[in-house]
């Protein structure tokens, strides 16, 4: 026990000396980390982590489990990866130049966008939640169309959960924006997703479409609970499942960082029996959800055959709703 410790100790020291090397050093490689030779490069890169930024944003655990090494090796290579990329404290000035280059994919339905304050961000998971038939497929429909539309290089990543996707309504939205639907169905990429595992996956396999030269911009998962729902079942498997799901969630936000892209994701509620008075509609997940969202939508229907979209969180949006109507080829505001 001893050897080992005196081992750690001069393997600590030996890797602070190369942390200021690295603090120095701006340009480096995987490979020029303290404890990285090249077969544990080959590790992380077979894992995902072929680039300082993908180090710098894991964890001990997943860097231990994709290379093999000791928890200390693990802390001290994602030390250097942050220190070589200046991962420290930024000024509210720099911050807001980084806010500069969030982009926006619009719904085309005047309402709908000026509640979101021209559409749905980039860098950001916004979460639509509400009974069946309330519109939130639909919007993950058009809104696979509308990217498109903005950028005609953009490629969509739709994880279908319930077998809700449907080309034909891709064609419908494609052809009210006028565009090409053969055009645009080629740059949608989906995957039927059979379990809660099998959804989390595929959610990790986007990163490896980028990086093979796939433009994605957005990422739709509809729905995000609906495995979570069916499969952890009773109060004894709420912690594990929470758990699961804050790890799935927390997966999406890390693209939705790391490559400017919008995450979509629509959600199932049920009917909280303890509320007498007002809405008793509740959001599936629980805070797990909440918290990782960035932004809220709660979708019902309204009269008429409306549906009425309100914007219960956002951190830099005021509250607000708006009533549109779904039509064969756009949403189209209601009078």
Not at 45 to 65: H, P, R
Not at 88 to 109: D, P
Request: hydrophobic share 40%; net charge neutral; aromatic share 6%.
């Amino acid at each position: 026990m001893a050897r080992k410790r005196i081992e750690e100790n001069e393997l600590d020291n030996d890797v602070n000396i190369d942390l200021k090397t690295v603090q120095k050093s701006k340009d480096m490689s995987v490979t020029s980390l303290p404890g990285v030779g090249a077969s544990t490069a080959e590790k992380l890169s077979l894992a995902g982590f072929d680039n300082l930024l993908a180090i710098a944003v894991a964890t001990i655990g997943e860097i231990v489990e994709a290379s093999g090494v000791s928890e200390i090796i693990a802390r001290k290579i994602i030390q250097a990866s942050r220190a070589s990329m200046d991962m420290g404290f930024i000024s509210g000035e720099e911050a807001l130049q980084k806010r500069a280059l969030i982009n926006k994919i619009s719904t085309h339905c005047e309402p709908f966008d000026a509640l979101m304050e021209g559409g749905f961000e980039t860098r950001a998971i916004t979460e639509c939640f509400g009974q069946y038939g309330s519109g939130k497929t639909q919007i993950g429909h058009l809104l696979s169309v509308s990217v498109q539309k903005q950028d005609p290089t953009a490629a969509v990543v739709y994880i279908d959960t319930e077998s809700t996707f449907r080309p034909e309504r891709i064609v419908q939205f494609a052809k009210g924006l006028d565009m090409d639907p053969d055009q645009v169905l080629k740059n949608i990429k989906v995957a039927r997703a059979y379990n809660s595992d099998h959804q989390m996956l595929l959610a990790e396999k986007i990163e490896e479409l980028i990086k093979n030269g796939l433009n994605v911009k957005l990422v739709i998962v509809d729905s995000l609970t609906a495995h979570f729902r069916a499969e952890f079942v009773g109060r004894g498997t709420l912690a594990d499942r929470q758990q699961k799901l804050n790890k799935h969630m927390h997966i999406l936000a890390k693209l939705a960082d790391m490559y400017n892209l919008t995450v979509y994701v629509t959600n199932q509620v049920m009917a909280k029996p303890d509320t007498f008075f007002g809405d008793p509609t509740e959001a599936i997940g629980g805070n797990i959800v909440g918290h990782n969202s960035t932004f809220r939508i709660y979708l019902r229907k309204g009269k008429k055959g409306s549906r009425v979209a309100k914007l219960v969180d956002a951190p830099n949006l005021a509250d607000g709703e708006c009533a549109f109507f779904v039509k064969e080829g756009c949403l189209e505001a209601a009078v």
